[in-house]
């Protein structure tokens, strides 16, 4: 099995507004069947040879508690494994394997994260334990929420 491969990322991080990245990754991986032997140049693509993937990812913090991101994905197509060829719309078997490919693949989400921060139950837990004589009192209502 011979592989060739290739990354490469871009990054910006950031906690206040804008952060994202982007990445390529090339590969290619050839193999031959048992029978053949070293060096010989009957290779063919194996049943898991993505050639190009390109992820993509960008976030922006509109609000300290919102944020909107969007991701992409794009991925080349497998090959068919078999011993298939396609011509005007039919498939034909051929002596070549698996140079046959699945159409790519590209998905994109869209998210929008909004928190929230629970301040009155903090408080009411605060007041509560200090409004307690009785430190063990305190320790199991802290415990419980």
């Not at 994202?20 to 991986?29: D, L, M, N, R």
């Not at 069947?33 to 049943?47: A, I, K, L, M, T």
């Not at 993505?50 to 991101?69: D, E, F, K």
Request: charged letters at 20%; aromatic letters at 12%; a positive charge.
């Amino acid at each position: 099995m011979a592989l060739t491969a290739r990354r490469v990322l871009v990054q910006r991080s950031s906690a206040n507004r804008v952060t994202g990245w982007i990445s390529y990754a090339y590969g290619h991986t050839g193999m031959r069947d048992g029978g053949e032997p070293p060096g010989s140049d009957n290779r063919f693509p194996s049943e898991f040879d993505q050639r190009h993937t390109v992820n993509a990812y960008l976030g922006y913090r509109l609000r300290p508690t919102v944020n909107v991101s969007v991701h992409s994905s794009y991925g080349s197509g497998f090959p068919i494994p078999g011993f298939l060829h396609l011509k005007g719309g039919l498939y034909y078997l051929t002596s070549v394997r698996n140079q046959l490919r699945m159409l790519p693949y590209s998905r994109t989400d869209l998210r929008v994260n909004k928190s929230w921060t629970r301040s009155v139950e903090a408080d009411s837990l605060r007041r509560g334990c200090q409004s307690d004589e009785s430190d063990e009192l305190c320790f199991r209502q802290f415990q419980r929420v």
